[in-house]
T-cell receptor, first 113, second 110 residues
Framework: DAGVIQSPRHEVTEMGQEVTLRCKPISGHNSLFWYRQTMMRGLELLIYFNNNVPIDDSGMPEDRFSAKMPNASFSTLKIQPSEPRDSAVYFC???????????FGDGTRLSIL | RKEVEQDPGPFNVPEGATVAFNCTYSNSASQSFFWYRQDCRKEPKLLMSVYSSGNEDGRFTAQLNRASQYISLLIRDSKLSDSATYLCAVSLGGGNKLTFGTGTQLKVEL
């Protein structure tokens, strides 16, 4: 079975550019989560969706970050404009339901120059 | 107080040793508990769920202590391949999110 699929695997771009990260959750999973991981701050939950509806976006650092889930099989996390401090690994995860074990994608390694 | 706390380590142990990690949580209403393993530059992977009565999977044993609000992970006969960061995760259950600890780093040495 396919796991959580994220793209791109790596992204290097210049400050000020728009960055879009993509995620396809495991089929049948109803909850989707976006995380950011850095050495300094560890694994931080940015936002999560239940049945395509955003439930908690309190972890989104600022208005430059936005996330959408237009259907059960696709989600995007967008940063506009990007800044060097946004450099991190961004993980997408999904589960049957919030509170259940989550399965993570391979992550997107983002570097903002 | 953080919602979920772990000793960051590193724990350096010789091969074959037994090592235990604890993870404390602040919300007494928490219902679901998990241990994840994360290798360097990889994604977190579910290691095991933690059940109220405690559970075992091969060399790994997980336990829950509700009275003291912590979960533990015991690794017996540790292998070089067990070297990784171990993250605990806690949830209120239902449709709620998981809250992860910052992880405990384990290094198993020859």
């Amino acid at each position: 079975d396919a796991g959580v699929i994220q793209s791109p695997r790596h992204e290097v771009t210049e400050m000020g550019q728009e960055v879009t990260l993509r995620c396809k959750p495991i089929s049948g999973h109803n909850s989707l989560f976006w995380y950011r991981q850095t050495m300094m701050r560890g694994l931080e939950l940015l936002i999560y969706f239940n049945n395509n509806v955003p439930i908690d976006d309190s972890g989104m650092p600022e208005d430059r970050f936005s996330a959408k889930m237009p259907n059960a099989s696709f989600s995007t996390l967008k940063i506009q404009p990007s800044e060097p401090r946004d450099s991190a690994v961004y993980f997408c995860a999904s589960s049957y339901q919030g509170g259940q074990p989550q399965h993570f994608g391979d992550g997107t390694r983002l570097s903002i120059l | 107080r953080k919602e979920v706390e772990q000793d960051p380590g590193p724990f350096n142990v010789p091969e074959g040793a037994t090592v235990a990690f604890n993870c404390t949580y602040s919300n007494s209403a928490s219902q679901s508990f998990f241990w994840y393993r994360q290798d360097c530059r990889k994604e977190p992977k579910l290691l095991m769920s933690v059940y109220s009565s405690g559970n075992e999977d091969g060399r790994f044993t997980a336990q829950l202590n509700r009275a003291s609000q912590y979960i533990s992970l015991l690794i017996r006969d540790s292998k070089l391949s067990d070297s990784a960061t171990y993250l605990c995760a806690v949830s209120l259950g239902g449709g709620n999110k998981l809250t992860f600890g910052t992880g405990t780093q384990l290094k198993v040495e020859l």
